[in-house]
């Protein structure tokens, strides 16, 4: 990387997730491709480009042969943005000529301007403000002007050795919008940026980027989530968890809970991932809490993302069991956010989580639960790819990372929307089983990967008092399955609450 970086230096767009995927930003005295159907944010992604190369007090202009300039000032006045005198925006055809009759043919029928006068008017405008950025959008018009394949190759090839001939850095937007759309450009560019924009069945649409090419240089191949925020376009790098490698001690985390740390031999170890299953009500939620507080109490760090319940209720019924969570939020050790699945990316989520780790040290990583995350997916069938990457990073940070999935059915035999359990390092089952007149909880460690475990079946309680884990049930068969048949003389259960 340190050697292409000598020969390729760098042209950075203000968008620090694009520039990370690029490998630093663009090439520059190059010519570059930005392609997307309208509204997946190319004008935004150009701008920004245009305001990076201002603020590095680099003269840049906008070659605009769709929009007019008062369009594109209040599209920037849209995120907060003032263009500077670095940034000028030229429209090809200022919409006051309209009315000329000596141009009155050329505007009415774009495809009568002749090719020849567009590019002498982009070539007069260059040699007066000699940009070191610069953007032309569209190349669907300039498509249109060629009328022939063979032309318009040649017209782009003119336009990258007059650019690189003036050491600028070029991006060309192209919006896809012509019947025939020719790729031509695709083998000139230097680099080629893909945007696209999907429409789920609910919730808000979702965009996403692909570096098609880059040469001479690394980049982050795939697909990365982006989203047009307030203040310009913000990029999720697609996580790589191999990148992240750092030593830990593997110490066990404690409960506060004597017989579930029993029941976990010890505890669970730093830097591995527990799964918690069982029906709705059983109390996943509520043991994972405990974790929480018992962390904070350590003085770790813990962050907890809700995608199911609304906060308010979570907190109240926190509480009532003697968790305080807005006290712990209050303090700052612990960070609580209700995730809206209908509204977010795997790449944004994945983001959130990482800034909680990395930069906020966040030891603990609770995801409640997977039932919703799995709701934010786009392409569900890519979700074990997903949570695969986020918890081998979790894990290669440290942090012990909590997730939950809510099975469907009460007793008997359960069935859950993803299986995952093979990725976890342990998974801690619960279940609903009647005895003695009374609906009970009862609670088992199936695996553990970092030490031994029991292999009993306790019960667990949960009331206003906090959580209580009981003796192992030795004397009932099936407890499991819900129906639990009494083999003993004398049940070890729990008194009501």
Known sequence: MDATTDFLPRAATDISGLDFALGGGLARNRLHLLEGSPGTGKTTIALQFLRAGAAAGEAGIYVSLAETEDELRAGARSHGWVLDDKVEIFELVPPESVLDPDQHQSLL????LELGETITRIFSAIERIKPQRVVIDSLSEIRLLAQ?????????????HYFAKHQSTVFMLDDLTTETTDRAVHSIAHSVIHLDQLAPVYGGERRRLRIVKCRGQAFRSGYHDFAIEPGGVVV???????????GFTGKLLKSGIGAMDNLLGGGIA?????LVLGPAGTGKSVLLLQYVAAAVARGDHAAVFVFDEELGLLLARAKGLGIDIAAMRDAGKLHIEQVDAAELSPGQFSHRVRDQVDYRQARIVVIDSLNGYQAAMPEEQYLTLHLHELLQYLNRRGAATFLTIAQHGMVGDMKQPVDITYLADTVIMLRY???????RRAISVIKKRAGAHENTIRELQISSDGIKVGDPLEQFQGVLRGTPTYIGKSAPLMEGP
């Open 109 to 112: 029928y774009s495809s009568d």
């Open 433 to 439: 089983f009647e005895a003695m007149g009374r609906v």
């Open 270 to 274: 730093a830097g591995s991932s527990t």
């Open 148 to 160: 022939s394949s063979l032309r318009y190759r040649r017209q782009i090839l003119a336009l990258k």
């Open 236 to 246: 999720y790098p697609r996580l790589v968890a191999a990148e992240h490698r750092t």
